[in-house]
Structures are given as C-alpha cells and as structure tokens.
C-alpha cells in the first residue's frame, strides 16, 4: 500500500493544501552560511529578521517532520481528483488498483482527525533523504501529534533558522593607517534595527516568534595582546564613533608596527553578539546568541622623527 501511496505523493502536493513554494528564506555566504528552504511546508515565516539581513547557519536538530494537513472529507477529494494523474504515473494500472488506493481516504470519512504530511528544510543535504523516509500520509487523532510530527519547539528553530542580523560596515579613526600608540576608534555603520524577529506560523494551529535584540560588540585587533590593548569598556550596542577631544573607551591601541605581518597590516575583527529570546516563553529552552563577525585591514606604522641638535 505504501508503495501506492508513494506514486501520487507529488500530485498531492501539487493540488493539495501544502504549497510547492518554499515559504522560508535561504541566505548564502561563500557556502558556509545556511539560513533555510521550507519544502512542501504550510510554515509560513516573517518579520524583519526573515530577510535583509545574514544568517548564522542555525541547523535545525530535525531535518523534516509532518505537518497537520487536511480533513478526511477534503482529502478524499483531493485524492478522488488525481485520477487521471494516478493512471498516467502508476505501473500497471487498473481500476482495482485505484479503488484500493482511495480505500485508505473513506475509511476516514466521519472520523474525527484530520491528515498530516511530510515537509522539509532542503537547505540541509540530509533533508530530501528524511523527507523521503516518511510516509506521504498519516491520519492523526484530535489534540494527538503523530511520531515526527512538529511540536512548538520545532517552529521555533524554524523561525531561528531563519533569523538574520544586518551586516554592518566596521568604522575606524584613524582611516586608512594608524599609528604606534595612537588610538584607533572603533564603531559600526549600517546596523539599522536593533531587533531582528521572526514568527514561524502553521495557519490556524500555531505560531512562535523568536527575537534578537544587540547587546554588545567584541573586538577582536588580529594580534596577541603585547602587539596591541583593546578597550570596549565604552562600546555598547555599535561601538562608540570619533568624538575629537572625545575620551578613548572604544577600539584597539597598537603597540607594535604591522610592518611584520601579513600584508603589512592587521586584521581586526567586529563581533556582534545578539542574544535571542523567545517570546511568551512558549518554549521552555534558550537559544544561543546570534554571533556575527565582520573584518577590516588595518595597517600600524610607526611615526618616525628626527631630532636636530641646537645650533651652536
């Protein structure tokens, strides 16, 4: 029966509830930053952390799941309106065989319960492969969740999966070259919005919303501490811009030339750290911070000066 149900599993979806679209979002980043595709999947996600952002390559624990479809009544329709679909991709077809196949959909005529089906995340490699391991249709009792099938929990991590932050721009004064000694401010252009969310929904079942809100900057000066003194004591949220006659709490002091390094030059580095919640406590577990980092060359000389005895 199993292998009868696989052979219309695709028309289903086509004319049935769920859409052939995803609903979620991917992000890319050279490969190594994930977000998230939602396939075959009523989910659908929004909010300003959906997109405009990066993501952090959040992987879900579960790959696919069963989501709540249909009831007994509709599906049988559904099924019933295959038939020239179900004839034209099943091997050897006969009128018994279709007859067979409906058999599971009226057995469920005035039950109470209503049919769930499989949906996946096919920005995982191992999605389609545990998508294709479940079976197309499972009928599930009311108030019942099926084995697999997807808990609060669950739509949660799809909203986290799908959250991005803005990638900002790294500022520094001085510019373009700083100097032994000299303190080099740091702050960040281009974050925008301070909170980034996103609400995962199954339509008339449940929703979950995650949040992440910036709590601070960490700096990173690409060098060991004897070559250079970070101070983020004054940073905040997005570091602190050059005030002139302004106190230095913010950026990195280099002790030591890059004239040895790499290039010449330092590579400092921008962490920003959001933390995520979620909201209404709906879900009894923390997520981890959002961290995102961004990079900026900076290349240290070191200001030479000549000393001219006084004339006799």
Request: with cysteine; aromatic share 8%; proline share 9%.
């Amino acid at each position: 029966m199993k292998a009868l149900i696989a052979m219309v599993v695709a028309g289903t979806m086509m004319l049935g509830a769920p859409p052939e679209e995803p609903s979620g979002e991917t992000f890319i980043d050279n490969g190594k930053t994930k977000g998230i595709v939602l396939n075959h999947s009523d989910v659908i996600v929004s909010g300003n952390g959906a997109r405009g952002g990066k993501s952090d390559g959040y992987v879900l624990k579960r790959p696919c799941w069963y989501e709540p479809r249909t009831n007994a009544a509709d599906m049988l329709k559904t099924q019933e309106s295959l038939r020239a679909y179900w004839f034209r991709h099943t091997k050897n077809p006969t009128e018994e065989k279709f007859k067979e196949f409906l058999k599971q959909f009226q057995d469920k005529i005035g039950k109470e319960g209503r049919w769930w089906g499989p949906a996946y995340d096919a920005s995982d490699p191992k999605g389609e492969a545990c998508f294709s391991a479940l079976d197309p249709f499972v009928f599930v009792p009311p108030g019942q969740t099926p084995p697999s099938g997807i808990t609060i929990q669950e739509l949660a991590e799809i909203a986290r999966a799908a959250l991005t932050v803005p990638e900002p721009t790294v500022k520094l004064n001085p510019d373009a070259k700083s100097y032994v000694n000299l303190p080099t401010w740091v702050w960040l252009d281009g974050i925008g919005e301070t909170r980034r969310s996103v609400t995962a929904t199954i339509p008339g079942v449940m929703s979950v919303t995650v949040a992440a809100t910036l709590e601070q900057v960490k700096i990173d000066p690409g060098t060991t501490k004897d070559r250079a003194e970070v101070h983020e004591e004054g940073c905040g949220a997005a570091g602190k811009p050059y005030v002139k006659g302004g106190t230095f709490a913010c950026g990195v002091r280099y002790l030591r030339s890059s004239i040895d390094q790499p290039r010449e030059q330092y590579t400092l580095t921008v962490t920003t750290v959001w933390p995520v919640t979620v909201e209404g406590n709906v879900v009894p577990f923390q997520f981890a911070p959002v961290q995102l980092d961004t990079t900026r060359d900076v290349p240290v000389g070191e200001i030479q000066s000549n000393v001219t005895p006084p004339a006799n």
